[in-house]
């Protein structure tokens, strides 16, 4: 059974593993997604994910750092994290919310990027995977179901064939 699509129907896992026996799963990856994204260091990367918290979570905490993190292991960890620290400094309690994107995404489609900073969003306001998380997912990106999808699609590609870009 596939790793990345285990909590699918059984049908739709029968048909990625079709495209993984007859070889045309790249093919058809990069026809639905042509191009990677060119959000290639920290900087624009955090540039990014700034422009969609003033989009949609204005009234949120600030966001410290958000950068590439070669550590994450998408394979047996996760496709980023979010973190929150609290210091004391002085008299002061000083809060820090932190992003880190798996390295991997940076030469991968910008929508799975996208899906991914929007999931790590929705956990500044939402902290468990519950239904408010993803109807706020489904607000910053209304195809974020099928996203996450395809994603798994990826990741199961990029496994058995390799980077595609």
Known sequence: MNRYLSGYPADLVAQVETMID???MPELLLKRYPEMHQISNSRALYDYTQDLKSQY???SPPLS????????DVIHNA???HTHISRVQGNKLKAKKEIRIA?????APE???RMIVVHELAHIREKDHNKAFY????HMEPDYHQLEFDLRVYLT?????????
Request: charged share 25%; hydrophobic share 35%; aromatic share 14%.
């Open 57 to 59: 979570l204005r009234q």
């Open 79 to 81: 496709l980023g994290l």
């Open 111 to 113: 929508a799975f990027l």
């Open 157 to 165: 590609c990029v496994e058995h064939f390799g980077p595609l870009y």
């Open 22 to 24: 007859n070889g045309r």
């Open 135 to 138: 109807k706020l997912c489904q």
């Open 103 to 107: 390295s991997l995404f940076r030469q």
């Open 65 to 72: 750092k958000v950068e590439y993190d070669d550590k994450i």
